[in-house]
């Protein structure tokens, strides 16, 4: 069965949605900056692409064509959220909006929701300690509804009349391709018609960001490179990733209800794989990377010949750069040097669960608009047959592209998008 994206929301360090991430994409605007280390009483600083500037209340405004209903329910249930929660039930309304679901006539227990990410509101936790330790009884009287994932889900599905099947997944930084994944398969077996998959945003607390820089995953050690160019993705100067704050959404749906409905189909999902390396640390392996990209071309019914981008995991870590490369060399043989090849996580930082949504979105505004964007900091690639994206945006024919995901823990996963009928009309 042929699964259609009919709709697309994002929220990062580079765009507040759709339309002005593409234009963040075309011009290779970095959303990396120093920002303040809170935990070291705002002295130190440390890098990261952080959403600045974020206003819930905006960002449903922004939602005209929605009902005033949705709006309504909207404001009313996450107003008091934490703040991950607000950005993923904007992004849930955009693309809501994009796919005109809020007059799909789809029956509201035909539509599904698959929420990617875990671990997702932990610095709203953290931050709550220290008066928690002081009064136990200053926790928010619903705590214990917000501190859990599935808040997301409830929500969500909540203020958009959701009542088909629904559930939140993980597979660390791979949680965005898990959940395209999943939604997929709930389109396929025909349990929904349509599903949202939501990569949600991830909100590191202190804890958890000196855990990634004590194993060595994170850039900024270096004090004479200038901090923007610090995310490195393909580069021999490469040190580690620089976390990034964002959510993204797709709506994915059977191409009968698109085409029923008279949805514009902005991309087909036309293969994926999900493979485990029975690995629990956080070194990559080539194998079962190639693994997953051969089986996703596979199942799309081309051959490696026919990809002509690649949106790649590449986190500007040397081992998973390298990893990488060398397993897209396995699959595409002869036509290695073929496709286009960048990386996101350059301009956004490394979005963590949503990253894999956040990167599929990317991919099909580039499929739609007719570019690859830069590799900002790419100035001394670590292979010289591949065909990197240079510092400037490209123009580019994209009728198949890969985009890769793959987490600690041993989680490999790629997918093949195929571009839709239409193209740039401005969504």
């Not at 799909?104 to 932990?122: C, E, F, K, Q």
């Not at 997301?152 to 099947?165: D, N, P």
């Not at 993204?248 to 390396?277: F, N, P, Q």
């Not at 690995?279 to 081309?302: C, F, H, T, W, Y």
Request: charged share 20%; net charge negative; proline share 4%.
């Amino acid at each position: 069965m042929t699964v259609a994206v009919t709709g697309m929301g994002v929220v990062c360090s580079i765009g507040a949605d759709v339309p002005s991430f593409t234009r963040a994409l075309w011009k290779g605007r970095c959303g990396i900056q120093p920002v303040p280390d809170t935990d070291a009483g705002g002295a130190a600083r440390r890098l990261a692409a952080v959403v600045r500037g974020f206003s819930f209340d905006g960002g449903v405004a922004r939602r005209r064509l929605l009902p005033e209903s949705i709006r309504r329910d909207a404001l009313r249930a996450a107003r008091r959220s934490p703040r991950s929660l607000q950005i993923d039930l904007v992004t849930a309304l955009e693309a809501f909006e994009d796919a005109r679901l809020y007059r799909s006539g789809i029956p509201a227990d035909r539509v599904g929701l698959v929420v990617a990410g875990h671990n997702l509101t932990s610095d709203y936790a953290y931050d709550l300690q220290d008066k928690y330790q002081e009064n136990p009884a200053y926790l928010p009287a619903r705590f214990a509804l917000h501190f859990m994932d599935t808040d997301h889900v409830g929500t969500l599905s909540q203020v958009l009349g959701i009542k088909g099947e629904g559930y939140t997944v993980g597979g660390a930084s791979a949680s965005g391709n898990v959940g395209i994944v999943n939604a997929c398969r709930l389109v396929e077996s025909d349990a929904v018609d349509a599903c949202l998959v939501v990569g949600a945003m991830t909100d590191l607390s202190p804890m958890q960001r000196q855990g990634f820089a004590a194993i060595g995953a994170v850039a900024g050690a270096e004090t004479d490179t200038p901090q923007q160019e610090q995310s490195r993705p393909f580069d021999e100067d490469h040190e580690g990733f620089v976390p990034g704050q964002g959510s993204a959404c797709m709506v994915v749906e059977s191409a009968e209800s698109a085409r029923r409905r008279g949805a514009t189909v902005l991309a087909e999902i036309a293969g994926y794989d999900l493979k485990l390396d029975g690995n629990s640390l956080a070194d990559p392996r080539e194998e079962g990377e190639a693994k997953v990209m051969r089986n996703a071309i596979r199942q799309a019914g081309i051959e490696p010949k026919d990809i002509s981008y690649v949106n790649a995991h590449a986190t500007a870590t040397p081992a998973g750069d390298e990893a990488e490369l060398h397993a897209l060399r396995r699959v595409l043989g002869a036509s290695f040097s073929v496709p286009w090849v960048n990386s996101t996580k350059g301009l956004t930082g490394h979005c963590l669960c949503a990253a894999g949504v956040v990167e599929a979105v990317a991919t099909i505004v580039q499929m739609r608009h007719g570019f690859v964007h830069p590799n900002v900091n790419l100035k001394r690639p670590i292979d010289d047959d591949c065909r990197f994206v240079g510092v400037r945006a490209e123009p580019a024919e994209i009728g198949y592209a890969l985009s890769n995901s793959f987490g600690f823990g041993g989680f490999n996963t790629s997918i093949v998008l195929r571009r839709g009928d239409e193209r740039g009309n401005g969504r």
